[in-house]
């Protein structure tokens, strides 16, 4: 609309019978970003459709690419029934910005908007997402298809690849069933990598000998996902956006929950092949897209990795940490069964959000959190606003390994070192949907 159209409407609406007042509480600069929030009859594959909300009517949202420390400003609109909020995962920024209502951000009520406005850092591969809570309604939060990948770039980027593709993984159409020690978790229908299932999606185009770098983000709301690529080789270099001390070579990647990997390809296979889970009954569901050279035809190609068990260490420096924290703060993650077909609650340190325990952090002061982890679920354990160095996992010492989202597995330990530099209400929780908000969730606050 423009200024003088503007302004006849508005004069209009103040003679005509219905009037309402015109109040300019909206900005008038313009968003870097706009983002719309909307329900969505998404074809993953011929004929078959998923209903769902997502962000601008595509799955994944729009990539936001933003050059280190230059400020963004975010326009939010809920076209939805019900409030709504946009975290910013793994970006150290204020707890009002941060897209968490329990630090403090505000909700989005049905038909509003909001602006989020922040200087975007560290740089690096980081995403956003919804962070309302979904409970017993599968359709909701992070079961949509509400995220997209958010691209921080670092003043000089290193470039050692000819091709960056940026990859997310979702399920789709959960339904819970029971676990093997009967207590109920989500299964999934469908999978998808960027909203297409396994074949019905462009392939992804190379050419021979390229260095492909693939961004990949898994944005399920609780599944953890192995990818292999037809023999291929991965070479890891960053975890969680941030680069690993030791980059090197695997047959298969291990992504949990918002976990993001960046790892580089030699395209040194020719043909068609299968970017996919590596187990088959996860790439029936369509978890897998399609890479292809672009002078070859022919069956797409699938090779079993090697058996693999993954392991953070390798990835790390086996120095241990030099610095000692100020505190330690030992949190134990333990599971309350409520009977056959019923969702088990979570405890932190025996209390289930929002009756946990606040953490009160002093700026400035090193801490250590110490995972315990006394359930026979793995938990992908996410802390907001800050970044942690791991240091110490299933009983080896490390350091140098960056991140925001760290895998505990079933019945171990590990522990994460992080400065309380940002001051404000921080968020600790796991990243599964279901452990979330069923009580698996605390508050840091700084005194
Ligand atoms: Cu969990």
Wanted: with cysteine.
């Amino acid at each position: 609309m423009n200024r003088r159209r503007f302004i006849a409407q508005a004069g209009a609406a103040l003679t005509g019978a219905a009037f309402t007042p015109f109040l300019p509480a909206w900005p008038q600069t313009p968003p870097d970003v706009s983002l719309e929030i909307a329900s969505l009859a998404l074809e993953i594959a011929p004929r078959k459709i998923v209903h769902t909300v997502a962000y601008n009517g595509r799955v994944p949202g729009p990539l936001i690419r933003w050059p280190e420390g230059k400020p963004i400003v975010i326009d939010v609109l809920n076209r939805t029934a019900i409030p709504e909020i946009l975290h910013s995962h793994g970006l150290w920024i204020p707890s009002e910005m941060d897209g968490s209502s329990e630090e403090g951000t505000p909700m989005i009520a049905p038909g509003e908007k909001f602006r989020y406005s922040f200087i975007p850092r560290p740089a690096g591969f980081r995403w956003y997402h919804t962070h309302i809570s979904a409970g017993h309604d599968f359709k909701r939060a992070t079961y949509t298809g509400e995220f997209g990948c958010f691209y921080i770039e670092p003043k000089s980027e290193p470039g050692a690849y000819d091709q960056e593709v940026f990859l997310t993984l979702h399920d789709w159409n959960a339904y819970t069933s029971a676990s093997g020690d009967s207590s109920m978790e989500a299964s999934y229908e469908y999978g998808t990598i960027d909203g297409r299932m396994l074949g019905f999606g462009d392939p992804i185009r190379v050419r021979e000998g390229q260095r492909v770098l693939f961004r990949l983000l898994n944005a399920s709301a609780s599944l953890t996902h192995w990818l292999a690529l037809a023999g291929h080789e991965f070479t890891v270099v960053a975890m969680d956006g941030n680069p690993v001390p030791n980059p090197r070579a695997t047959r298969a990647i291990r992504l949990a929950p918002a976990e993001r990997i960046d790892a580089v390809v030699t395209m040194n296979q020719p043909g068609v092949c299968i970017l996919g889970e590596t187990r088959e009954q996860l790439r029936k569901t369509g978890m897998g897209i399609l890479v292809q050279d672009h002078n070859q035809q022919g069956k797409p190609k699938w090779v079993e990795p090697p058996e693999t068990i993954w392991d953070y260490r390798p990835f790390a420096s086996a120095r241990p940490v030099s610095r000692e924290p100020d505190e330690i703060i030992p949190l134990r993650f333990e599971s309350k069964f409520h009977g056959q077909g019923a969702l088990d609650t979570w405890t932190i340190n025996g209390k289930s959000y929002p009756n946990t325990d606040e953490i009160t952090l002093r700026e400035g002061r090193r801490y250590r959190l110490q995972f315990i982890n006394r359930s026979t679920d793995d938990h992908p354990l996410h802390l907001h606003r800050h970044t942690f160095e791991v240091t110490k996992v299933s009983g080896t010492p490390l350091s140098g390994l960056n991140k925001d989202v760290l895998v505990v597995p079933a019945n171990e330990t590990a522990e994460v070192d992080f400065t309380a530099d940002n001051p404000g209400a921080t968020l600790f929780h796991c990243h599964n949907q279901t452990h979330m908000d069923f009580g698996f969730m605390m508050l840091f606050r700084y005194s």
